[in-house]
């Protein structure tokens, strides 16, 4: 069932769960995109609605997301994507802990788009984007849409910690392939984090989008949406 947040005339703001593609064509599962696009249908009366993808969230990834619902909507909030003014704040639950416990993440990555992954190389390789992000070491208390993970990956909560990051680049993969790098990579991420290579994934990693600021592109004012 669809979670929205927030809609008007121009947006409409949801919270994609774990497990469900943002963006349709990529197999024959459920997306956000088409559930949007279905609900936007039924309540039309019938009639076709436009859905803009804007950005988009791993599958895996649970998080708030914007889709336009006009053309003139999607061009303003994709110019906000590209000049920064779109925010995005994430949680995410780390395998070990940052040394320092706030600071920034700045890599180069490539991506494999044989293998769909990423990785961090030098700036001078060909294909390689700037990555950057800024962290800082939070309390589990602060944010509970995942503490659950903490419980069921069966560890020492010493053994884990939590991020709030964010995000200044929005590069494929980038927060997982980072502080994979960093030597503290995600929870259950079994593309990044070597102690979950080789085992079946689950419909969810430790990482949550939990805050996403942008200014309406018709009333011209900002607005915050949170997970919670």
């Known amino acids: 069932m669809l979670d929205?947040?927030?809609?008007?005339e121009a947006v409409i703001v949801v919270r994609k769960p774990a497990g469900v593609e943002s963006q349709g064509g990529r197999g024959f599962s459920m997306d956000l995109e088409s559930e949007i696009r279905n609900y936007l249908y039924r309540k039309s009366g019938g009639?076709?609605?436009y859905v803009g993808?804007?950005?988009?969230?791993d599958r895996p990834v649970c998080g708030v997301m914007v889709y336009a619902k006009t053309k003139q909507a999607a061009?303003?909030?994709?110019?906000?994507?590209?000049?920064?003014?779109?925010k995005k704040r994430y949680y995410a639950i780390l395998c070990g802990r940052m040394h320092?416990?706030?600071?920034?993440?700045?890599?180069?990555?490539?991506k494999d788009g044989r293998t769909n992954l990423s990785r961090v190389a030098d700036k001078t390789e060909k294909g390689a984007k700037k990555a950057v992000l800024h962290y800082e070491t939070v309390d589990f208390s602060v944010f509970h849409g995942l503490d659950g993970l903490l419980s069921a990956a069966g560890g020492e909560e010493g053994e884990r910690s939590m991020v709030e990051i964010e995000l200044i680049t929005g590069r494929h993969h980038q927060?997982?392939?980072?502080?994979?790098h960093a030597g503290c990579p995600l929870l259950w991420d079994t593309r990044y984090n070597p102690d979950f290579a080789g085992k079946r994934?689950?419909?969810?990693i430790g990482l949550c989008a939990h805050s996403l600021s942008f200014v309406h592109?018709?009333?011209?004012?900002?607005?915050?949406?949170t997970w919670e």
């Open 4 to 8: 929205i947040v927030m809609e008007d």
């Open 47 to 49: 009639r076709t609605s």
């Open 53 to 57: 993808v804007i950005h988009r969230l």
């Open 75 to 86: 061009a303003d909030l994709s110019r906000q994507v590209q000049n920064g003014t779109m």
């Open 100 to 110: 320092p416990e706030k600071g920034t993440l700045e890599d180069y990555l490539v």
């Open 175 to 180: 927060i997982r392939v980072q502080f994979s």
């Open 201 to 204: 994934g689950g419909p969810m």
């Open 217 to 225: 592109p018709v009333t011209g004012r900002r607005q915050t949406f």
